[in-house]
């Protein structure tokens, strides 16, 4: 007994020995959920960038007037072709990984664009080396306004959440089918509260001081961002499917549905 006691402390320097020689690693449940959640953080935080350029366009032949509504030229700025681009993502995301999968990706791209903001707020109070005359240029571009900074993540969370809830309801509802509906859908009430909420909170730093000039700005910015949405939903549509036939997890949960009776087309 005294023997195999005694023999007890080798045995587990043994065991301890070979355990700390062989590395371990978590696994990967998805080969394309990390990839489409870094290009949506991506593209929110390059739209955080573009957005800060006014852009005015077809200015030349677009004259409308419309009680509140007068548009001399479709006034936007430098993000208006990226901003339908984080929409498609989260609808692919939504459509095939759910709700629960698309909130992890909103709050990764609402803590991203809070840090990033927090970095040029800083990098912008360091003081500036002799040789660098960039400064102003450097603070136009990356300086935080903190009303547009909230009116920005308060709208990103509205839009987003809806967008992902609104898609995700209606898939449970109505299964594989009517895809089309439920992209439209989410997409016009995703944009809505996206473009109500920041307008509210942004208005006054706009320079927006009237009900007319906030009903044109509101509506010009949701009617465009939905139109150009709704007009590469073609592309949506074969990310959608792509990704679906690819993705191991997402055909055995059809294949469980299809069993159940259930979201059968």
Request: one cysteine or more.
């Amino acid at each position: 007994m005294y023997g195999e006691r005694a023999g007890l402390p080798h045995l587990v320097d043994d065991v301890t020995t070979t355990t700390r020689d062989r590395a371990a690693f978590a696994t990967v449940s998805s080969p394309y959920y990390a990839f489409l959640v870094a290009a949506f953080v991506g593209v929110m935080l390059i739209s955080n960038i573009t957005g800060t350029k006014g852009v005015v366009l077809f200015d030349d032949w677009l004259n409308v007037s419309l009680g509140p509504i007068q548009m001399h030229g479709l006034v936007t700025d430098g993000a208006f072709y990226l901003f339908p681009l984080a929409y498609v993502l989260g609808d692919v995301i939504s459509e095939v990984y759910g709700f629960r999968a698309m909130r992890r990706a909103i709050f990764a791209g609402f803590a991203i664009l809070l840090l990033a903001s927090l970095c040029f707020w800083l990098t912008i109070l360091l003081p500036d080396a002799d040789f660098y005359t960039g400064q102003e240029a450097f603070r136009t571009v990356a300086g935080v306004v903190p009303q547009f900074l909230l009116a920005g993540l308060a709208g990103y969370l509205a839009g987003e959440f809806l967008n992902s809830f609104v898609l995700v309801k209606m898939k449970q509802r109505e299964g594989e089918r009517r895809l089309w509906v439920r992209l439209i859908g989410s997409t016009v009430v995703g944009e809505f509260a996206d473009t109500l909420v920041f307008c509210s909170i942004a208005a006054s730093a706009l320079g927006i001081s009237t009900w007319g000039d906030f009903v044109n700005y509101t509506v010009v910015g949701f009617v465009w961002k939905t139109l150009v949405e709704i007009v590469i939903m073609p592309v949506t549509y074969w990310a959608c499917g792509w990704l679906k036939r690819r993705e191991p997890s997402y055909q055995e949960a059809l294949a469980l549905t299809r069993t159940d009776g259930v979201g059968v087309p």
